[in-house]
């Protein structure tokens, strides 16, 4: 899809879409993989992580 098209069809300006073309493809590339080494925790009752939000959910990471 040209960048013309993408702008007529999300209703933005041309220029727009073309100065956010040219400044992302100025920005350093990013690694997508990054190498992780996992080590086994030691025995917990408990969970490794606790992810609480305000809005009242939880996320609960368990021990490997």
């Known amino acids: 899809m040209s960048q013309r098209a993408f702008a007529m069809q999300h209703g933005y300006a041309a220029r727009q879409v073309g100065y ?14 990054v190498p992780v080494v996992v080590k086994p ?4 009752a408990t969970p490794a ?3 609480r939000a305000p809005q009242g959910w939880s996320v609960e990471v368990p021990t490997l």
């Open 49 to 51: 992580l606790v992810l």
């Open 20 to 33: 956010w073309v040219r400044r992302l493809a100025k920005s350093a590339p990013t690694k997508a993989m």
């Open 41 to 44: 925790a030691p025995a917990q």
